[in-house]
């Protein structure tokens, strides 16, 4: 968690210099990023099937007497790979994201935090992804388009970041509060 809260500060130094939304548009995005979240998490959810129907499809096809050399056999095979690997992202995109939304809803840290995570995730899924590729072309493009989404996702992101409780407390906070309250 310490390296997450790392990251975290670096790139909200980073996001300070950048001109910011108007504060009512920052409210906003505070108030209603729980449901954009349940709508990422469905498209999300949906990539993974669709992750798992090319897994299928390919399966049956490498399965099935249509593949006459050894070639075509490899080529299916890498795609079940690559396509394996994309589901296991989205999979675990998909459950974080889920489990970010009732956070998000109660602007708690930890919802902000939970899709902080699958934008980390995101970044290692598309570096991952990029090389996959496995030529020059396709590792550009992806990280040039891919980059860009991750920028323009994390932009807003952090232009939330003061909408949630950031505050740290630490055990001496708790137990001074609990002897108020008696």
Do not use: C
């Not at 998000?104 to 970044?123: D, I, M, N």
């Not at 570096?127 to 040039?144: C, D, E, K, P, Y």
């Amino acid at each position: 968690m310490d390296t997450i809260t790392k990251l975290e500060r670096t790139v909200l130094h980073w996001f300070k210099a950048v001109p910011h939304l108007p504060r009512g548009v920052q409210h906003w995005l505070g108030d209603n990023i729980w449901w954009i979240t349940v709508l990422v998490a469905i498209v999300t959810g949906l990539a993974a099937m669709g992750n798992i129907f090319t897994l299928l499809g390919n399966q049956s096809v490498i399965e099935s007497g249509s593949i006459s050399y050894y070639a075509s056999t490899s080529f299916l095979v890498w795609a079940n790979v690559i396509a394996t690997i994309n589901l296991v992202f989205n999979a675990l995109t998909t459950v974080i994201l889920a489990f970010a939304v009732v956070p998000l809803r109660e602007k708690q840290k930890k919802g902000w935090v939970l899709v902080f995570l699958t934008l980390l995730l995101a970044v290692v899924s598309t570096v991952v992804g990029a090389i996959m590729t496995q030529n020059v072309i396709g590792f550009v493009s992806s990280i040039l388009f891919e980059g860009i989404f991750i920028v323009v996702g994390a932009y807003f992101l952090f232009e939330v970041h003061g909408e949630f409780a950031h505050v740290e407390r630490s055990k001496g906070v708790k137990s001074a509060k609990k002897s108020e309250d008696k």
